[in-house]
């Protein structure tokens, strides 16, 4: 049984070094200085003083605006997919937990685990290194933001890796035919985590992202 396909690791580079065009910028710092409130694994939500244009347009109105287009609403069902996926997979751990592994939880395991971790990893990719450089010019009382944001796709790296870690031992007890009913179990409970984890980041990307391209109407390169 083949293995979810390996990750590549994160890229490291800093946005605003990205945002200047600088290839071979320093990594990025380690954010020990950031807030521990703002860690993506802590935090509740965004401070107020980021949520300044969230405010000036609700969610709720987000679709109605003149300037969402389809790139963002693009953008969007890419999160809602990730969600849905990450979903899927959480419903199938439990109903293998709780019945035993059919035969076909191992392949559709494989399939989905691998789709969603190299989805994620590749959208984090395009944002580190396309979206993000054109959006943090654009209001400088979100800068803060950005690094939030970057340093959340950092966090979520290590996270993505241990995800797929953990499939990865499932997938092996079953071909073992050791049935992986324990591992199963921490499978799930590191999926409910990272679910948690993926769902603020993502919440707060988009309460960041989408006000600004309602204010500004920028282009997507």
Known sequence: MAEPLPLRPAQGLCIRARQKGLAAARPCPSFAGM????NLDTRTGLPVHLRVLAEK?????????ANFNNMT???LDRHLMFRKLLGQLSDEAVTAF???????????LQRMAGFFLNQL??????EDEHYFPQFLPLDARLEQGFEILDADHHVLDHHIHAFADHTNRVLRQIQDGSGAHDEIGRFHEMQQRFATFLDRHLTDEEEIIVPLVLEYGPDFD
């Open 121 to 126: 990893h590749s959208h984090h990719h395009i």
């Open 98 to 108: 709780d019945n035993g592994p059919g035969p076909r939880f191992a392949p559709n």
């Open 35 to 38: 807030d521990t409130s703002l």
């Open 73 to 75: 609403a693009f953008w």
């Open 57 to 65: 347009y609700p969610k709720a109105d987000w679709q109605g605006h």
